[in-house]
Every structure is written in structure tokens, then in C-alpha cells.
């Protein structure tokens, strides 16, 4: 049984590009969110996808975007990248309850230069 | 993340008991989680409690819940070297319409000697 898997693993990026990460949830998952978690910190919360919309979003600007596909895989995307981005950047998947424990994968290290 | 306050450090010795603190700020959070961070990885849920229970017990790990102070404890008993790592709290704070959204802590890191 598959857990949550997150690609790539890592990536180095330039300041004002664009970035895409993936997600594919936990076998029985149909809901995902994604978090963005600094050094030191916990992890921030930046939005939730359901049946393909954006059900719940963070304190989080417009650059960030989501999508999730019928599969229940999801993608994050940020533009304009700046060298705040730089973080973990973790996808959780959790069943269709809204309180359901969120199952978290490795996440994506992700570096702007 | 900084609604929910954690101390950011625990060292204890191998084989004593590890216990981590957190307080949270909206008293109708439902759910209250333990997670576990190691170096390089996710997050994996250790154990979680529901609001109207005071205590909840899993093998080596305790959870104290006092609702009133909204304070919430993770004892570990019989720590070992591989409890080594960051444990969150995280609250789940509802918002209007039946949805919630997961609040985290800064985290505490555990270290466990010899």
C-alpha cells in the first residue's frame, strides 16, 4: 500500500521562474493539501483540494496555485519564484472527512537562487 | 503556525520518560495531533485525541489533554535513541461551513543520549 509520493525530491530554481510539484495521495485518499514548512518551523498551511476544486487556502498569494486531477494526484505551482519560497514544500493526503488525520509524504526541498 | 506554542527543545537520557508540551488557542479544535518529524522526511502521524477525552494511551505514548488550559502533553515512556526527532502539535480548527484547517506548531526537538 502506497503511501503519499512527492516528485522531485529536490530542485534548485531561479528567482523569478516557475515551478511545478507533484503529489499523488495515499491509496483510499481523496483529498489533498499542501504545506510549506521553513527551516525551523512547522509546517504552513497553504490550500486543500477536493473533487478537483480548491476547497479550503491559506495566507498564501495568488503566485501559488493548485490543481488536482481525477486521479486525486495534485500539482502545485508557483511563479515568479523568490528567494522567500525556499522551503520543504509537503503534500498530505486524507479521506473525505474534514477532521481525518493527514498522512504526509516526504515532501519537495526546494531552493531559489 | 504560531497560535499553537511548543517548547523548542527536550533532552532526556535514554530509557527516561520524554514529555512534550503544547498549548493551543481555540478551545473548539476538535482534534488535536502528534506528529513526527525525523531529518529528510515527512511528517508521520504518531497519535491524535479527541476534544471530550482527557487521556488517550498508544504502547509507549500518552496523551494528556486539559481542555480548560487548552494544554496538551505527548509522554513517551521509555525513550530511545530512535525518538530522536521533531514532534509538531497540531490543532484542527474548525471554520465556518464544517471545515477545518490544520494548525501546527514550531515543533520541539527531541534529543535522547546515552
Redesign the interface.
Known amino acids: 500500500d502506497a503511501g503519499?509520493t512527492q516528485s522531485p525530491t529536490h530542485l534548485i530554481k531561479t528567482r523569478g521562474q516557475q515551478v511545478t510539484l507533484r503529489c499523488s495521495p495515499k491509496s483510499g485518499h481523496d483529498t489533498v493539501?499542501w504545506y510549506q514548512q521553513a527551516l525551523?518551523?512547522?509546517?504552513?498551511?497553504i490550500f486543500q483540494y477536493y473533487e478537483e476544486e480548491e476547497?479550503?487556502r491559506?495566507n498564501f498569494p495568488d503566485r501559488f496555485s493548485g490543481h488536482q486531477f481525477p486521479n486525486y494526484s495534485s500539482e502545485l505551482n508557483v511563479n515568479a519564484l523568490l528567494l522567500g519560497d525556499s522551503a520543504l514544500y509537503?503534500c498530505?493526503s486524507s479521506g473525505t472527512v474534514?477532521?481525518s488525520?493527514?498522512?504526509?509524504?516526504?515532501?519537495t526541498r526546494l531552493t531559489v537562487t | 503556525g504560531e497560535d499553537v506554542e511548543q517548547s523548542l527543545f527536550l533532552s532526556v537520557r535514554e530509557g527516561d520518560s520524554s514529555v512534550i508540551n503544547c498549548t493551543y488557542t481555540d478551545s473548539s479544535s476538535t482534534y488535536l495531533y502528534w506528529y513526527k518529524q525525523e531529518p529528510g522526511a515527512g511528517l508521520q502521524l504518531l497519535t491524535y485525541i479527541f476534544s471530550n477525552m482527557d487521556m488517550k494511551q498508544d504502547q509507549r505514548l500518552t496523551v494528556l489533554l486539559n481542555k480548560k488550559d487548552k494544554h496538551l502533553s505527548l509522554r513517551i515512556a521509555d525513550t530511545q535513541t530512535g525518538d530522536s526527532a521533531i514532534y509538531f502539535c497540531a490543532e484542527w480548527r474548525p471554520l465556518s461551513g464544517g471545515s477545518y484547517i490544520p494548525t501546527f506548531g514550531r515543533g520541539t526537538s527531541l534529543i535522547v543520549h546515552p
Not at chain 1, 525551523?40 to 498551511?45: A, E, S
Not at chain 1, 488525520?101 to 515532501?107: A, E
Open positions: 503519499v493539501s525551523g518551523q512547522g509546517p504552513q498551511f476547497r479550503q491559506g509537503l498530505a474534514n477532521n488525520p493527514l498522512h504526509f509524504g516526504n515532501g
